[in-house]
Structure formats: C-alpha cells, structure tokens
C-alpha cells in the first residue's frame, strides 16, 4: 500500500507531506505506523528522523491508531463564544470518552481543532472530513447515530 | 443584504457553479489573462498592479506590484509564486469563500502572476481542513489546464505555466511564509531567518512571489479594469475592497466585501446588524487571533490601513470577532493564548517558552492568585516576545494581552481581587473566585 501510494505520487522529497496524509487515510485506524514512517523513509530517501520529525510536527498526523470517524470540534473563539464548550461536553457524554481518546469500538475519536473556517455556523465541528456547523445537542445526536449507521 | 457590500471580488460566488469554467468564461472570466498575454508585457503588468496600489490582504499589507517587481528583477531561470491559502486565523473564512465560490479568479490571478514575475510554476497551499476547497481548486486547475490556459505555450505564446494544488497537514503557522515554504518542500513547517526574503531566495531557494489569496484575486480585475477602476473603491491609500469575516456574538455572521473607508461602527451594527438578544457589546477583536482587542467605544475607527494603523490597530486577515458583555475578557485572552503555545512551532525560544508562560500569567488571573507584580512581568514579557521572536507568531501573539491591558485593565484589576465581573473564571458563584 505504502508503496503504490508513493509511486503515484512520484519519488519525491517535497511529497512527504501529501504521502503522508494519504497513508494515513488510507486505513481504517488512521494513523501511521512505525512501519510505514520506515517504509517512506527507505523508498523516498529520506532519513528516518526527517519523516519522523514531519510526522509529528502536523497536527493531522497521529502515529497511535485512532477511530473510523475523527470528530474534530473547534474550541476557537468564534466558536466558544457561540456554545463550543457544551457540544464538547455533549460528544463527551453520549461517547463517554475524553478528548483525545478513541471509543472501545474504535469507531470515533475526540479531537480538538484549531479554526475550521466556518465560524458563520459556530460551533462547528469537522468529522472524517465533512463540516457540521450551528451544532447542538440534538443535532450532535442525530450526527453520531447517522454514523452509527453508515 | 446591507447596501454597504460591494460586490466586486465575489461577484460571482453563489452565481456560478465552481466546478464549471464555462461558467466563469461567460461572466468575463479569463478576459484579463487574454489581455495580458496578447497586448501586455510582463512590466506592464506590474505596472498596472503598482499603480492599482493594491496592498497584501494577508496581514501584513506590503505593496503587491512592488514584491511583485522584486521578483520580476531577481536574476535567475527559474521562479515560482506560491498562492498562501492557509488561511488559518481564527475568525477568518474569506480566503474559503473565494476558493469555493470563485476558484477560477484565483487560478487566473495566479497565472496573471506567474506572466508578470517570470515564473514557471505556481502553488496553491492550501490549509488540510478546507477538503471542499482543495477538491474545488483541484477540479479548476484541471479544468483550466483543459482548455489550454494552463500547460505550454498559453495562448500560442512563449509561456508556460502550472500549478499544483499541496494540502495542509494541520498547522497554523504554515501560514507564515517561510513555514509554508518549508512545509512544500516536504518539511516541517518551522520559519526562516530573514533576510533573505522570499522574493530573492523564496521555495528551494529560488526567486518567489508569495501571496495570499484574496490579493490575487484581485489581479484579473485590475489587469481587466485598470488600475483607476480599480481605485475608484476605497480610500487614498487603501484602494479597492476588502473581505472581511464577522463571527462571534453577531447578528448577521458571514463574509462581506466592504470598500475600504467606511467604519468599524458601520461594519457591526449596520453589515452585523449588532449583538444578538438583549446583550450589548463589549469588545471586538479585529485581525485574527493575534489582533487587538478594543471596547465598544472605538468604532469610529476606519478600515483603512493608515487610520487603523494611527490608531494603533491591524487589519490583519479581515477577521472581526465580537464579544457580548456575557463574556470574561480573561477567559478570551487565556483560550487565545492556549491556541498560540499549542501552535508555536518551538524554533525560537520567544515564542516557544513565552507563549505557554503567558497562559499561565493570564491562568493565574482567572484563578484570582494574580498579584499586582503579575503586571511587571507581563509587560517584560510581551515586550520580549514582540521584539526577540523570530516571526509573526511569537512577535504578534501578545497583542491581545498588550490590548487588553490597555483598554480593559480594571477587569484585570477586579480578577486581582477575587472577582470575575462575567461570572465565568468563578467555580461556584456569580462572580466571585474561590
């Protein structure tokens, strides 16, 4: 896998982050290995320190498995002043998981993130992706049981 | 919608599907960079973009044309101009609003650039949490290399231009030039010394026109218009429109294009049609997460860059945030400082060392153990960061802290002295902390 993923985008130093982000995608637990950071490091040349350093400088790469859905709620301003606290509380309580913690069945993971750009819908939230905006208790229900379902 | 809007950069967003170039070429789209190649040099370019007097839009408000001749004149074979669509400053949303809603008149602007300095390939970094507008600018760039305003020859011309569109990867200081620089070039995204600055030695060391989004598109009007077009909106030396992002405790939240000169006062009760229920305002914060904060009382205050500069204010990305007076400015000030010690970089110790200490200076208020000396100390602080850090970041993070000291110290005086007048740095009571 890491290999295809490489190759489509060329053997390239400036493509670490872009190669990168799509292993990473690229499997259910989204995170990346010990073995794919090593596997990048001898396919593109690149000293295992350099890919590790990378790895762990962006906030979107995780080197722990993490859930199917990656819920990423806002905690900037615009969004705290708008109620960003009570949808933390709220994906909280209905997961019982901390922030930064992944629910046993390793479907969601609880993330903090900076500003996503939707501050005319705060509080807002970006899952596996997609934004959620004017989030509230039954919205972030009904969000967490469509997910359920998929 | 206010009549104070202009539309003018966003005159087609909402009106034409993004994924259609057709679209965007029967509303006038790709007539400047047709102009350009046919009729105009690469310096006539320039020199129409000097004269428009358009001024960087991502913050630090340097004069286009002039970064633009500097990499016009830099010798070399060799140069780029990277498009900063990292827009990552809380509260600011507009570089999105014009990727999704106008993608062509950034993929155009970027071209337009390329001619005029000289440059073979551009870049559009763009920030990893805008997946709708990086697929957005993915499918423009594709589309425009379709009909042959991207690839070689353009145009039958001696001119050969692409662009790559490179994601982000979560880190709010690529926003800074030289981290974004860094991070395309496959590292970690940790800034520069300058000089040498990114117009002699930019993206592998090679001459580079960076700029941010809603500067370059703004260049197909003016290469179409003319510069006096272009300047019959704004003020003397403000010309043109800004985008500007309202969030936070206002009415009417949202992106608008406003000409530059009218007032703060206008931009929140007249375009945000004010607070919301029966709260009033109590402070704006205006340039983004590391912008000043003000009270109520200073909204006469133009958008324009000299009269926000004499009143020691910047525009910064275009964001303003409202507060209500429900809200603690001690708990605002502490959430941004939070933000920033958990996206300073760590290269320089300014920043990576003074952030987190401010958070605990401003923490100690809100816990109400902050002592009168706490005051001395913050002032060494803030001044150190602001004149020893290496970049924008650690140099402009304490500026909420140094206005707020200015404009809202009885409330730190009152944190001081046990009591937080909004009730929300208490534990168990309305207003007084345990």
Same mark, same amino acid.
């Given at each position: 896998?890491v290999?295809?993923?490489?190759?489509?985008?060329?053997?390239?130093?400036?493509?670490?982050?872009?190669?990168?982000?799509?292993?990473?995608?690229?499997?259910?637990? @989204?995170? /990346?290995?010990e $073995?794919?950071?090593k596997?990048?490091?001898?396919? #593109?040349g690149?000293? &295992?320190?350099?890919?590790?350093?990378?790895?762990?400088?962006?906030?979107?790469?995780?080197l722990?498995?993490?859930?199917?859905?990656?819920?990423?709620?806002?905690?900037?301003?615009?969004?705290?002043?708008?109620g960003?606290?009570?949808?933390?509380?709220?994906?909280? @309580?209905? /997961?019982?998981? $901390?922030?930064?913690?992944t629910?046993?069945?390793? #479907?969601?993971?609880? &993330?903090?993130s900076?500003?996503?750009?939707?501050?005319s819908?705060?509080?807002?939230?970006?899952?596996?992706?997609?934004?959620y905006?004017?989030?509230?208790?039954?919205k972030?229900?009904?969000?967490?049981?469509?997910?359920?379902?998929? | 919608?206010?009549?104070?809007t202009v539309?003018?950069?966003?005159?087609?967003?909402g009106?034409?599907d993004p994924?259609?170039?057709?679209?965007?070429?029967?509303?006038?789209g790709?007539k400047a960079?047709?102009?350009?190649?046919?009729t105009?040099?690469?310096?006539?370019?320039?020199?129409?973009v000097?004269?428009s007097?358009?001024?960087?839009?991502?913050?630090?408000?340097?004069?286009t044309?002039?970064k633009?001749?500097?990499?016009?004149?830099?010798?070399?074979?060799?140069?780029?101009?990277?498009?900063?669509?990292?827009?990552?400053?809380?509260?600011?949303?507009?570089?999105?609003?014009?990727?999704?809603g106008?993608?062509?008149?950034?993929?155009e602007?970027?071209?337009?650039?390329?001619?005029?300095?000289?440059?073979?390939?551009?870049?559009?970094?763009?920030?990893?949490?805008?997946?709708r507008?990086?697929?957005?600018?993915?499918?423009?760039?594709?589309?425009?290399?379709?009909i042959g305003?991207?690839?070689?020859n353009?145009?039958?011309?001696?001119?050969?231009?692409d662009?790559?569109?490179?994601?982000?990867?979560?880190?709010?200081?690529?926003?800074?030039?030289?981290?974004?620089?860094?991070?395309?070039?496959?590292?970690?995204?940790?800034?520069?010394?300058?000089?040498?600055?990114p117009?002699?030695?930019?993206?592998?060391?090679?001459?580079t026109?960076?700029?941010?989004?809603?500067?370059?598109?703004?260049?197909p009007?003016?290469?179409?218009n003319?510069?006096?077009?272009f300047?019959?909106?704004?003020?003397?030396?403000?010309?043109?429109t800004?985008?500007?992002?309202?969030?936070?405790?206002?009415?009417?939240?949202?992106?608008?294009?406003?000409?530059?000169?009218?007032?703060?006062?206008?931009?929140i009760?007249?375009?945000?049609?004010?607070?919301?229920g029966?709260?009033?305002?109590?402070?704006?914060?205006?340039?983004?997460?590391s912008?000043?904060?003000?009270?109520?009382?200073?909204?006469?205050?133009?958008?324009?860059?000299?009269?926000?500069?004499?009143?020691?204010?910047?525009?910064?990305?275009?964001?303003?945030?409202?507060f209500?007076?429900?809200?603690?400015?001690?708990?605002i000030?502490?959430?941004?400082?939070?933000f920033f010690a958990?996206?300073?970089?760590?290269?320089?110790?300014?920043c990576?060392?003074?952030?987190?200490?401010?958070?605990?200076?401003?923490?100690d208020?809100?816990?109400?153990?902050?002592?009168p000396?706490?005051?001395?100390v913050?002032?060494?602080?803030?001044?150190?960061m602001?004149?020893a850090?290496l970049?924008?970041?650690?140099q402009s993070?304490?500026?909420?802290?140094?206005?707020?000291?200015?404009?809202?110290?009885?409330?730190?005086?009152?944190?001081i002295?046990?009591r937080?007048?909004?009730g929300?740095?208490s534990?168990?009571?309305?207003?007084?902390?345990?």
């Open positions: 896998m290999e295809e993923i490489i190759n489509s985008h060329g053997i390239a130093e400036d493509k670490l982050v872009p190669i990168l982000l799509d292993i990473q995608n690229s499997n259910d637990k @989204h995170y /990346l290995s $073995d794919d950071l596997q990048v490091s001898r396919l #593109l690149i000293p &295992e320190s350099r890919v590790y350093s990378v790895a762990t400088f962006y906030s979107f790469f995780s722990q498995p993490r859930g199917k859905y990656i819920i990423q709620i806002c905690d900037n301003a615009p969004c705290i002043v708008n960003a606290y009570n949808v933390i509380d709220d994906f909280r @309580h209905i /997961l019982g998981i $901390d922030m930064g913690q629910t046993p069945d390793g #479907l969601f993971t609880l &993330e903090y900076s500003c996503l750009g939707c501050c819908h705060a509080p807002a939230a970006r899952i596996s992706g997609e934004l905006g004017d989030l509230d208790s039954e972030i229900k009904s969000i967490l049981s469509d997910l359920r379902r998929r | 919608m206010s009549d104070l539309k003018r950069l966003t005159q087609r967003c009106d034409i994924r259609d170039v057709s679209e965007y070429i029967s509303t006038g790709y960079l047709v102009k350009a190649l046919l105009m040099k690469p310096q006539g370019v320039i020199d129409e000097k004269a007097g358009l001024l960087g839009r991502g913050g630090a408000a340097f004069p044309g002039l633009m001749q500097m990499v016009h004149d830099t010798p070399g074979d060799v140069k780029y101009v990277v498009c900063n669509a990292d827009e990552g400053e809380p509260g600011t949303f507009k570089d999105r609003y014009l990727m999704e106008d993608p062509y008149q950034l993929v602007g970027i071209i337009l650039a390329g001619y005029a300095v000289g440059a073979q390939k551009g870049y559009i970094y763009i920030r990893g949490e805008y997946d507008a990086i697929e957005l600018m993915k499918n423009a760039v594709e589309q425009t290399r379709k305003y991207l690839g070689n353009i145009l039958k011309q001696h001119f050969n231009f662009i790559e569109v490179r994601s982000g990867a979560g880190a709010y200081i690529c926003g800074e030039e030289f981290a974004l620089i860094e991070s395309l070039e496959g590292k970690s995204g940790r800034p520069r010394y300058k000089p040498p600055y117009p002699v030695s930019g993206l592998w060391d090679k001459p026109l960076i700029n941010n989004v809603e500067t370059l598109a703004n260049i009007y003016i290469v179409s003319g510069s006096k077009a300047r019959s909106v704004g003020t003397d030396n403000s010309a043109g800004k985008l500007i992002c309202l969030s936070g405790n206002i009415a009417n939240r949202g992106v608008f294009e406003l000409p530059f000169g009218i007032t703060l006062k206008d931009i009760y007249d375009i945000g049609q004010g607070v919301p029966e709260r009033e305002l109590k402070m704006i914060q205006i340039g983004g997460a912008g000043s904060c003000i009270p109520s009382d200073m909204l006469d205050v133009k958008l324009d860059f000299a009269d926000m500069k004499k009143n020691g204010l910047s525009m910064g990305s275009g964001a303003i945030i409202a209500d007076d429900s809200r603690c400015v001690i708990d000030v502490k959430s941004l400082l939070k958990h996206e300073s970089c760590g290269k320089c110790t300014p990576r060392e003074g952030n987190p200490q401010l958070y605990n200076l401003i923490d208020f809100s816990k109400g153990s902050a002592t000396s706490h005051y001395d913050l002032q060494s602080l803030t001044q150190t602001q004149q850090a970049c924008g970041l650690g993070s304490p500026m909420p802290v140094v206005s707020t000291l200015l404009y809202f110290k009885d409330e730190y005086d009152m944190h002295n046990g937080c007048p909004a929300i740095c534990s168990t009571n309305g207003g007084e902390i345990i």
